[in-house]
């Protein structure tokens, strides 16, 4: 059975960093997929960043380019988030995702997901 447990969010000014961490168990890395995903009050899940785990191809929001970095831990089974220059649109509830189902590794069509950690973001 594949879990997903997020940490590292918490409350930032404008500009601060944070980095987030998802520890998975029963997923086997190299093969497929994981990402990140947000979701605020009112919005719809969106997709952040993604990474194949196999060759460590990165896909990234266009609204987080050149700010976020997606990376992992083959030997931890650990997928990380790095958020720079945070601001307060990048608020919400942080969601790690594995095994997608689609061909598009940003949409919120996984398998498996993680409770997800939040961010707040204050101006």
């Known amino acids: 059975q594949v879990q997903l447990v997020e940490s590292g969010g918490g409350s930032v000014q404008a500009g601060g960093s944070l980095r987030l961490s998802c520890a998975a168990s029963?997923?086997?890395?190299?093969?497929?997929?994981m990402g990140w995903f947000r979701q605020s009050p009112g919005k719809e899940r969106e997709g952040v960043a993604a990474?194949?785990?196999?060759?460590?191809?990165?896909y990234y929001a266009d609204s987080v380019k050149g700010r976020f970095t997606i990376s992992q831990d083959n030997a931890k089974n650990t997928l990380y988030l790095q958020m720079n220059s945070l601001k307060p649109e990048d608020a919400g509830m942080y969601y790690c995702a594995a095994d997608r189902r689609s061909w598009d590794p940003m949409a919120p069509t996984y398998n498996y997901w993680g409770q997800g950690t939040q961010v707040t973001v204050s101006s």
């Open positions: 029963g997923y086997t890395y190299g093969t497929g997929c």
């Open positions: 990474i194949t785990t196999g060759g460590g191809t990165t």
